[in-house]
């Protein structure tokens, strides 16, 4: 498989697994960040630093770590690039829910 193939620039929702060999990280993160789409992506690694420097490094709106994709309602919910814009659930998504007004009254 490689990464010009249909199933690896589209998201697809469903039990699917797609493997694409790369030699190294740098290359991984290349793979991996090369599709217009960008829900979520996972990591497996025993290193907790590799893991956030990865994950940093994805242009995916959210990172799961040696988990598979989870979602819960204090948590945001969104991607990036053509897979959404703004946030549910969560603090961060009470912005794009409200829009603040200042409402100045002189009571003399």
């Excluded at 290359?27 to 630093?49: H, I, K, M, Q, R």
Aim: net charge negative; glycine share 8%; hydrophobic share 35%.
């Amino acid at each position: 498989m490689d990464n010009d193939m249909t199933i690896a620039q589209e998201e697809i929702f469903g039990p699917v697994l797609s493997i694409i060999e790369v030699g190294d990280e740098a290359e991984a993160l290349t793979v991996a960040n090369d599709s217009p789409f960008g829900l979520t992506a996972c990591v497996w690694t025993n290193d907790l630093s590799r893991a956030h420097t990865v994950a940093d490094r994805l242009d995916y709106g959210m990172v799961m770590v040696n988990e598979t994709p989870n979602t819960w309602p204090q948590t945001p919910f969104g991607g990036t690039k053509q897979s959404g814009h703004g946030r549910a659930q969560g603090e961060e998504a009470i912005d794009s829910y409200t829009e603040v007004k200042n409402v100045h009254v002189n009571l003399e």
